[in-house]
């Protein structure tokens, strides 16, 4: 009996756990290596140096030039090697005035965001059944934290640009895009699905899939 709920209590630890404990110092990513795993291989801890544990030019200015008028630069284990397996990664968000970040989720980590310029409108929506939208008017130096997997935006309200840093709790948190992954995909969702799911006519869906 005792055995049996041992076993069920590492099972359950085991079950709720996020990113496992560090078993070394680090684990620099082997950027090269052929083998494919859940995150990357380590090279030799022998083989590290300063560098893999470097980024520079996150002061720079990202293109707002595009639709929505935002970039985002973000700097994970592709650009910082040492991040490997330490489950976070960082973002540099610009905007323009009025730019936005579309509506978007993040599948594998919740993200906790700081304004160092401008003023961001910014907001998250919970799940079914309740959809509640939780919403902000960020300044300078706010804080403001999305939860993991829901959707969220950032929408800079202002008549000059914005800028915000954001700490996301996954080297590999993943983005979804909302009107990207219903509108843009390839190919696309079925017009008769999507005319359905929004009660709009199908004219309507194939102009909004053309504009992805």
């Given at each position: 009996m005792a055995a049996h709920f041992l076993f069920l209590a590492l099972a359950s630890s085991h079950a709720i756990a996020s990113d496992p404990n560090q078993l070394q110092d680090f684990c620099v990513a082997d950027l090269n290596s052929d083998v494919f795993a859940n995150g990357f291989v380590c090279k030799d801890s022998k083989q590290a140096k300063a560098e893999d544990f470097f980024?520079?030019?996150?002061?720079k200015a990202g293109d707002t030039g595009?639709?929505?008028?935002?970039?985002?630069?973000?700097?994970?284990?592709?650009?910082i090697p040492g991040l490997n397996t330490l489950g976070i990664t960082l973002a540099r968000l610009d905007f323009a005035p009025y730019g936005l970040i579309?509506?978007?989720t993040h599948p594998r980590a919740t993200e906790i965001l700081t304004v160092l310029e401008g003023t961001l409108y910014v907001g998250f929506v919970t799940s079914n059944p309740n959809n509640q939208l939780f919403i902000k008017v960020l300044h300078k130096g706010d804080v403001f934290v999305f939860p993991q997997g829901l959707i969220h935006f950032q929408f800079n309200h202002g008549k000059t640009n914005a800028v915000a840093i954001s700490g996301l709790s996954s080297q590999n948190p993943g983005v979804?895009?909302?009107p990207n992954a219903v509108f843009g995909t390839k190919p696309p969702i079925s017009d008769d699905i999507l005319a359905k799911a929004f009660q709009l006519d199908k004219k309507t869906i194939?102009?909004?899939?053309?504009?992805f």
């Open positions: 980024f520079s030019g996150l002061d595009n639709k929505v008028g935002s970039n985002v630069t973000l700097i994970t284990v592709d650009q579309p509506p978007h979804i895009l909302i194939d102009w909004l899939q053309a504009q």
